[in-house]
């Protein structure tokens, strides 16, 4: 079975500052990791992903994520925050292995604060 | 390419009638999924189709929901009969193979049962 937990229901962050988002993972084999990013009103977009290699994975809108299979998590991070990043970020996970599903997480509401 | 298409993006009707949600898949996907969104219960995956060929509908809520792909351009969810508590977000998302293909997703079907 996969899952995936987003442990923070909401996040704020002062503009400029750094921020991040949280989400660890659970697959019996190696995952593929995703971000993605709904705005108001609108569809999921995809924000990045991790297959396989470099542990960092570079996506859209300045925005990163860290693979760590030690721990299980695939933390979505942003050197600078922009108020316009504010949006619910969900991180999904697929098993290696078998089927096509894809896991999402509950969730995460990032405020910006001007 | 136009993303994937959702139509109608609302539709408000009253218990007991039939609804039919409408997606087109981004040209040369070959997986194309269907997802509700709600508040209690965040994005959760109904059923999903490969070549136009329902491969896991464990996530269909009950009878009274359906899902058809006649060709590799169309897809449809119905429901009948709609009751207040299918009022959701309802997505349709679309990828290629090989199975780490990102998903991209539509705008969605907001749904409002009376």
């Known amino acids: 079975a996969q899952s995936v937990a987003q442990p923070e229901d909401q996040v704020n962050v002062a503009e400029g500052n750094p921020l991040t988002v949280k989400c660890t993972y659970s697959?019996?084999?190696?995952?593929?990791l995703f971000w993605y990013v709904q705005y108001p009103n609108r569809g999921l977009q995809f924000l990045l992903k991790y297959i396989t290699g470099d542990n960092l994975v570079k996506g859209s809108y300045g925005f990163e994520a860290e693979f760590n299979k030690s721990q299980t998590s695939f933390h979505l991070k942003k050197p600078s925050a922009l108020v316009s990043d504010s949006a619910l970020y969900f991180c999904a996970v697929r098993d290696h292995f078998g089927n096509e599903k894809l896991t999402f997480g509950t969730g995460t509401r990032l405020t910006i604060i001007p | 390419d136009a993303g994937v298409i959702q139509s109608p993006r609302h539709e408000v009707t009253e218990m007991g009638q039939e609804v039919t949600l409408r997606c087109k898949p981004i040209?040369?996907?070959?997986?194309l999924f269907w997802y509700r969104q709600t508040m209690m219960r965040g994005l959760e995956l109904l059923i999903y189709f490969n070549n136009n060929v329902p491969i896991d509908d464990s996530g269909m809520p009950e009878d009274r929901f359906s899902a058809k792909m006649p060709n590799a351009s169309f897809s449809t969810l119905k429901i009948q009969p709609s009751e207040p508590r299918d009022s959701a977000v309802y997505f349709c998302?679309?990828?290629?193979?090989?199975?780490?293909?990102?998903?991209?997703f539509g705008p969605g079907t907001r749904l409002l049962v009376l």
């Open positions: 697959v019996s084999g190696n995952p593929y």
């Open positions: 998302a679309s990828s290629s193979t090989p199975q780490q293909e990102t998903q991209y």
């Open positions: 040209s040369g996907h070959d997986y």
